[in-house]
């Protein structure tokens, strides 16, 4: 059973920066796809970032230029550094797992973490 715990969450001022960590069950960031999914209250949960085993990255458009997706397969941890944050960016931040991972349609990705919340607010 696939365990991930995310953290790192805050509340931070329009331009600052956060790093989101995903902790995960052992081997899981060699085994899995793996993604940053992002839900506001009141919209649909939507993919951030994601990165596969071999490395590939992909990006929301509004993620390209200031978020950057990594993975440590050492500390079997996930990572979202997250710079020049503005309001828009507020909301309870997920990561999840896939198989394939080959988009951000949420039926594809079937582990999720508890979620961490992101505070952009001046």
């Known amino acids: 059973q696939v365990q991930l715990v995310e953290s790192g969450g805050g509340s931070v001022q329009p331009g600052g920066s956060l790093r989101l960590s995903c902790a995960t069950s052992?081997?899981?960031?060699?085994?899995?796809?793996m993604a940053w999914f992002r839900q506001a209250p009141g919209k649909e949960r939507e993919g951030v970032a994601r990165?596969?085993?071999?490395?590939?990255?992909d990006y929301a458009n509004f993620a390209k230029g200031r978020f950057t997706i990594s993975k440590d397969n050492a500390k079997d941890t996930l990572y979202l550094q997250m710079n020049n944050l503005k309001p828009e960016d507020t909301a309870m931040y997920y990561c999840?797992?896939?198989?394939?991972?080959?988009?951000?349609?949420?039926?594809?990705?079937?582990?999720w973490g508890q979620g961490t919340q992101v505070t952009v607010s001046s």
């Open positions: 999840a797992t896939s198989p394939s991972g080959y988009t951000f349609t949420l039926i594809e990705w079937n582990t």
């Open positions: 052992p081997h899981t960031t060699r085994r899995y796809a």
């Open positions: 990165i596969n085993t071999d490395g590939y990255t």
